[in-house]
């Protein structure tokens, strides 16, 4: 985020996510979350929030770019953050 230590932006960041995680179709197991308290040097905890979803499928994957709850969310938290990290991965 641009400004983590304002409850402001917190609040509205966190409240723009859940209103998303509440409406998303295609986003299945979701979780969200902070770093975690660990200090070890093989973690990473230099992002402020993270958010994982997970698809039954590709096509889910894709539907879920373009739905609008996602372009909702885009468009009221992308003023918040300065950048986004995505790694996607499959089993």
């Given at each position: 985020?641009?400004?983590?230590?304002?409850?402001?932006?917190?609040?509205?960041?966190?409240?723009?996510?859940?209103?998303?995680?509440?409406s998303s179709v295609y986003a299945k197991n979701k979780h969200?979350g902070q770093p975690a308290n660990t200090n070890r040097p093989?973690?990473?905890?230099?992002?402020?929030?993270?958010?994982?979803?997970?698809?039954?499928?590709?096509?889910?994957?894709?539907?879920?770019?373009?739905?609008?709850?996602?372009?909702?969310?885009?468009?009221?938290?992308?003023?918040?953050?300065?950048?986004?990290?995505?790694?996607?991965?499959?089993?």
């Amino acid at each position: 985020m641009k400004n983590p230590t304002n409850d402001n932006d917190r609040i509205e960041f966190e409240n723009a996510m859940h209103k998303f995680l509440n409406s998303s179709v295609y986003a299945k197991n979701k979780h969200f979350g902070q770093p975690a308290n660990t200090n070890r040097p093989v973690v990473d905890n230099s992002y402020t929030y993270c958010l994982k979803v997970t698809f039954d499928n590709l096509k889910e994957h894709d539907q879920y770019q373009i739905e609008p709850a996602h372009k909702l969310f885009i468009s009221e938290a992308s003023k918040l953050w300065d950048r986004v990290l995505i790694y996607d991965s499959q089993s």
